[in-house]
């Protein structure tokens, strides 16, 4: 309303209705509103995505394991609505793979599991489907993981192609050999992209990480575990 251009952080906000609002806002105003998800700005993260472009996919495996203890400390408003618990972390994935897969990608089920004394989940195991997908699609995020950060993503192609991403998106192996690309990292390049928007006078709103948080809720079974203390 103030007619500034807006960049905005990961979530972009809490609900979908309220970023779908934004964006008719912004386009009122004619300013730039810039949806941005940090993880999807690693080099490897663009170089996975042109590597699967257009490729049927065997299987995609989602690993996305840490310690709220460690990144969180003693923080509540994680466990509280619009927290998203371990969705938190977890929206880096799906940012990651709604970049890099090659084609549609929507969830079937999930299952999530929520502290007794908590209102958002500290794990949950979704499966996905996708038209452009003849295998299982899974994804494991575990908020209780002790034993350091795991963040992967692999991903098999029906021709037989191995594509794994690792540390965050931050280094890509393709049939085992890794590959070394030259780049931004993440925010420098956030940056850039916004400036590039605003010159351009587009706005860029991305909703997908998003809406598939808000499907795993929708379509997620409850299992209830025991209390956890931050």
């Known amino acids: 309303e103030a007619g500034l251009h807006c960049l905005l952080e990961k979530p972009p906000t809490v609900g ?12 009122a105003k004619g300013v730039t509103l810039f949806t941005t998800w940090h993880a999807q700005h690693n080099a490897a993260v663009t170089a ?6 257009g490729k049927r996919i065997a299987s995609m495996d989602i690993h996305w394991h840490e310690d709220v203890r460690k990144w969180h400390p003693g923080q509540q408003w994680v466990w509280e609505p619009g ?8 929206i880096n994935a799906f940012s990651i793979a709604t970049r890099i897969f090659p084609g549609g990608l929507f969830v079937k089920a999930a299952d999530l599991q929520f502290p007794e004394n908590a209102q958002t989940p500290i794990a949950a195991n979704v499966t996905f489907y996708s038209p452009q997908a003849s295998g299982p699609l899974h994804a494991s995020l575990d908020w209780r993981h002790s034993e350091g950060e795991e963040w992967t993503i692999a991903i098999v192609a029906e021709e037989g192609r191995q594509l794994r991403l690792e540390a965050g998106g931050s280094r890509l192996l393709i049939d085992g050999d890794e590959q070394h690309q030259a780049g931004l990292e993440e925010y420098p ?3 850039r992209q916004f400036v590039d928007l605003i010159d ?11 809406r598939l948080v808000a499907d795993c809720l929708l379509a997620g079974r409850r299992h209830m575990v ?5």
């Open 200 to 210: 351009e006078r587009r706005s860029l709103v991305d909703v997908a990480p998003l």
């Open 16 to 27: 979908l209705s309220e970023i779908s609002d934004l964006a008719c806002l912004a386009e």
């Open 226 to 230: 025991e209390a956890f203390e931050p």
């Open 83 to 90: 927290g998203f618990g371990v969705f938190d972390p977890g």
């Open 48 to 53: 996975a995505a042109e590597a699967l472009a």
């Open 189 to 191: 390049d956030i940056y």
